[in-house]
């Protein structure tokens, strides 16, 4: 299906985005109930700290982000790994609230921000005909994370302190990745992209949107919104896990195990959407990229079985499958390719940006009093909107041909 260098792109992009795992919700999550015991303090203050430390990460990273235009890859790559390294290092010396708010910063910026970055832009260049195989492909790497690392965490935890946790991931990092970077990667250039001969017809007449002008066009906006639904929503619900599961009654390890159903949907769909995207185009799947996160938020609301968990996540699971492929292929479907750098490190900084959002959103809902069930409402509302509004415009999204 890829060529030789293809495949070392891809291979590339798959160990990136696992490791970008380490700056996700999902895995800091997992540390929630630890570090608020640590620093004696409540939900509310620890997702305004985690929000706040997430919202200047999304600032930083519109800046940074766009040097992956002009910065040779294994370069950039390179940085990117020793502050990983750096940054995990750092997050196990937390010991008051100012530390912790350096240590979210740094991990969000470096993991959840940077590593898939680097990933997706590099793949989103780099294939055209192939892009959206090889994105899913490259997106299997969180979900693998999403697959083994709750369950394992969780374990760990009741029997290692959570700060040698975190030693171990910043040793791993820096003994790994730099040499696996080097190999992948150090004499990747984009002219050495698919040959035209395996473009589709057409596809290299696209214009290339710049920054400036993307933020101008109002389809942008309509785009953002649903895009950034996955990011908010689910950063919330695994942020907060500790809290659902005891809204719910539901016992420690339910929503981790669960986790396993998220993580197989999630990759089935990433392998059929990337074959999806490459037969219909982006713009054409985009609509159903939410439906299952809309019907999760209705499962919440609805049901208190602790089974019903693994359908619950399940649903965000086929959703998360469809936004991480949609959301690099889209913007380089429709913007083209030359500046998808600064145009991805505005993108990737928005859904960053959102993940501060859903925090403060949920820490601030759950301080007021309000049931897993009210904020489930309020999440499905938003959706609704947003699909609302691309409906509208679904048949407006063909890129500029010149």
Do not use: C
């Not at 290092?89 to 940077?114: C, D, E, P, Y």
């Not at 389809?219 to 619900?237: D, E, H, Q, S, V």
């Not at 713009?283 to 990229?289: A, E, H, T």
């Amino acid at each position: 299906m890829f060529k030789n260098l293809s495949l070392k792109v891809i291979i590339f992009g798959f160990i990136f985005t696992f490791f970008s795992s380490f700056g996700q919700s999902f895995f800091l999550g997992l540390f929630n109930f630890s570090i608020r015991e640590t620093l004696s303090i409540t939900h509310g203050q620890f997702g305004s700290i985690y929000a706040s430390a997430t919202l200047l990460s999304s600032f930083i990273l519109i800046w940074f982000g766009k040097k992956i235009d002009d910065i040779d890859i294994s370069k950039f790559a390179f940085f990117v790994i020793i502050l990983l390294a750096f940054s995990s290092f750092l997050f196990s010396k937390i010991s008051s609230v100012t530390f912790l708010f350096f240590g979210i910063l740094l991990m969000r910026f470096s993991g959840q921000g940077m590593m898939s970055h680097t990933a997706t832009t590099t793949i989103s260049r780099y294939f055209t005909k192939s892009r959206g195989k090889a994105l899913s492909t490259a997106w299997f790497g969180l979900s693998l994370a999403e697959f083994i690392l709750p369950v394992l965490t969780i374990y760990f935890l009741t029997f290692i302190d959570w700060r040698i946790i975190w030693i171990t991931i910043s040793i791993i990092v820096i003994l790994f990745l730099p040499a696996a970077s080097i190999i992948l990667v150090k004499k990747l250039n984009f002219e050495s992209r698919e040959t035209l001969s395996d473009l589709h017809e057409g596809n290299e007449n696209i214009k290339s949107w710049k920054r400036s002008e993307v933020i101008k066009d109002y389809r942008f906006y309509i785009l953002g919104a649903n895009m950034l639904a996955m990011p908010w929503i689910t950063t919330g619900i695994f942020v907060y896990q500790s809290f659902i599961l005891s809204s719910k009654n539901w016992g420690p390890f339910v929503i981790a195990k669960s986790f396993m159903a998220y993580s197989i949907l999630s990759v089935i769909t990433l392998f059929i959407s990337g074959f999806l995207i490459d037969k219909f185009t982006s713009r054409k799947i985009l609509i159903y990229m939410n439906i299952p996160l809309l019907l999760s938020s209705i499962v919440i609301i609805f049901f208190d079985n602790p089974n019903i968990s693994f359908l619950f996540l399940g649903l965000i699971g086929i959703s998360n499958g469809l936004a991480n492929v949609l959301g690099s292929s889209t913007w380089a479907e429709i913007y083209g390719v030359r500046y998808i750098g600064s145009i991805k490190a505005l993108t990737t900084a928005l859904m960053v940006f959102s993940t501060a959002f859903g925090t403060a959103l949920y820490g601030l809902l759950i301080d007021k009093g309000f049931s897993i069930e009210q904020i489930a409402t309020i999440s499905a509302i938003y959706i609704s909107i947003a699909l609302i509004f691309l409906l509208f415009i679904r048949n407006k999204l063909n890129p500029v041909k010149i």
